[in-house]
């Protein structure tokens, strides 16, 4: 069922149903000398926000080998201040040099009063938010001319006001706007458990059609003496109880393109070669299964 | 109950400004509200610290890391993340710095941190063709004192009262051996430029050179730049600085004005 795509002058123009990694800095140089066997390289879109210099060069020498996806952690798309209409522009011609196949943003916000968090803070769950998402989703989409995804984050908190589930405020996002989703399996695990909602449910209640990739992560337990909450730290492999989860989401989603997140101490390439093994592995079974 | 935009401002004012009474709208379950919100006071002072420390290796060094904790803590708190980008964070340590109490007796400080936020600069700036030596070889000879030069945007021009370089050099992760720097050994003016390769060098330059091309960058014409160099050091190889400057890349772009 693979539609192929032609390959654009900058290299391969479609993700592949496979697992991908996230390319850092420190692996710049181990990529390009040893090309490691990843379906695909998704980067923060605002790393090469910079006019020039090595960032950029770095991602033009590399794209050409691999199929891209552009992630945003900064645009602050839920503030109720007005979209930063420069932090656009840089992602619309971030997407015109790079030709990325798929360009995501989260369910969060992360600035009020111009000042920012560089963090990716929890909404509101209400229809007053859901709105004002929708309206901005739109808005992004329509300045870039493309469709965006979605992704649901870690949160720590939730809000006394909040009266919609996350997943279906999520799917009223991506159903009223056209956007994807992009479904971090260690998101929902880590909320889910900071929450007690059921990881499972959250699946179950999002349509398959709207799901374009999934996100894999590690994530940190915090102990306190008032209880533990899961934080999502991106700094160690993906749990077993995310590897079952992530097996159930295959199931039900079919093969998706996953990206293995790894931000903080990382290790070496191969480390993270072998986490996308992993994930090939079980879609690969589904893959055979549904053959 | 609140709307989106009141919670997002009373969020901030709690995590970012300590403000008591916010976790009345956290729902608190096992962790209370008040810790909930502590998560994401710490999540964003430590992302923000890790921007200032990536700009900063050198000030870090030198300082400590938790000297170094504690002064980004009161960075953070007085000059705020302003953009989404957060290469864009951490422009005004250096005039923090200059100010703050507790680092007072390094006098030498805030200029490290300027040669560090240049090269952040110049690390992140566009690239330029050469210069175009032909279209400057058509400019008649009596118009050339009108000319005026450009630098490459990845080119900074810095000038300190103390060895800043060698602090610099001394301090890298990769430096054995002797680290101390004698602040006696005097003052450096320097240019920071990317070069082709994109690798980014420090030349120390001397008194005619460095005010040459600190009178172009502000605009100087090509004629009142030369007296100011030649004023500042004799004798003075002016056509050779000129040439060298062209030749690798640091004055990149002219224009005439219309007479």
Not at chain 1, 153 to 160: G, N, T
Not at chain 2, 222 to 228: L, V, W
Request: charged fraction near 20%; include cysteine.
């Amino acid at each position: 069922m693979s539609t192929k795509l032609a390959p654009s002058r900058l290299g391969p123009s479609s993700i592949p149903a496979q697992a991908g990694i996230g390319l850092r800095a420190e692996h710049y140089d181990a990529v390009l000398e040893t090309r490691p066997p990843v379906g695909w390289l998704e980067v923060h879109s605002e790393n090469y926000f910079g006019a020039g210099g090595k960032p950029l060069d770095y991602l033009e020498r590399i794209r050409p080998h691999y199929p891209l996806s552009l992630h945003g952690v900064g645009l602050s798309i839920g503030s109720t201040d007005p979209l930063d209409r420069q932090h656009l522009a840089k992602l619309k011609e971030l997407i015109r040099r790079f030709e990325p196949a798929l360009v995501s943003e989260h369910l969060s916000w992360g600035s009020v009063g111009g000042r920012y968090f560089n963090d990716l803070l929890p909404l509101p769950y209400t229809d007053e938010a859901l709105y004002h998402l929708i309206a901005r989703v739109a808005q992004v989409q329509d300045v870039l001319g493309r469709q965006i995804l979605i992704e649901n984050p870690s949160s720590y908190l939730q809000y006394i006001e909040s009266a919609i589930p996350e997943w279906e405020f999520l799917v009223e996002l991506a159903e009223r706007t056209g956007c994807g989703v992009l479904l971090d399996v260690n998101n929902i695990y880590v909320s889910a458990s900071n929450h007690g909602f059921d990881a499972g449910g959250y699946l179950r209640a999002v349509p398959r059609h709207l799901v374009r990739e999934i996100h894999l992560a590690g994530f940190t337990v915090n102990r306190f003496d008032d209880g533990e909450i899961l934080i999502d730290t991106h700094n160690r492999p993906v749990w077993p109880a995310v590897w079952a989860l992530y097996r159930q989401a295959v199931q039900r989603f079919g093969p998706i393109p996953t990206l293995i997140e790894w931000d903080t101490d990382l290790p070496e390439l191969a480390v993270l070669v072998d986490e996308v093994q992993r994930a090939d592995a079980i879609l690969e079974e589904r893959h055979a299964r549904a053959a | 109950m609140l709307g989106l935009r009141e919670l997002q401002i009373g969020f901030a004012a709690a995590v970012l400004d300590g403000a008591g009474d916010f976790d009345q709208h956290v729902r608190a379950a096992g962790l209370s509200g008040a810790r909930r919100l502590q998560i994401y006071r710490n999540n964003a002072v430590l992302g923000l610290t890790g921007a200032l420390e990536a700009v900063y290796p050198v000030v870090r060094r030198m300082v400590g890391e938790e000297f170094f904790r504690y002064a980004a803590a009161q960075y953070i708190a007085r000059h705020p993340s302003r953009s989404g980008d957060l290469h864009e964070f951490g422009e005004h340590f250096p005039a923090f710095l200059q100010s703050f109490v507790p680092a007072a007796e390094l006098v030498y400080l805030p200029d490290v941190a300027r040669l560090e936020w240049a090269y952040h600069q110049v690390f992140h700036a566009a690239g330029h063709p050469p210069l175009d030596l032909a279209a400057l070889a058509r400019v008649p000879a009596e118009r050339q004192g009108a000319l005026h030069f450009e630098l490459h945007p990845a080119a900074r021009l810095l000038e300190s009262a103390f060895p800043i370089l060698r602090i610099w050099q001394v301090n890298q992760d990769d430096r054995t051996g002797d680290s101390l720097v004698d602040l006696s050994e005097g003052g450096v003016k320097l240019l920071i430029v990317r070069r082709e390769n994109l690798d980014i060098e420090f030349c120390p330059l001397e008194d005619g050179e460095f005010d040459l091309l600190r009178a172009l960058a502000g605009n100087s014409d090509f004629a009142s730049a030369c007296e100011r160099a030649i004023a500042a050091q004799s004798p003075f190889d002016l056509p050779g600085c000129f040439r060298r400057h062209v030749s690798q890349g640091v004055l990149v772009a002219f224009h005439l004005p219309s007479s």
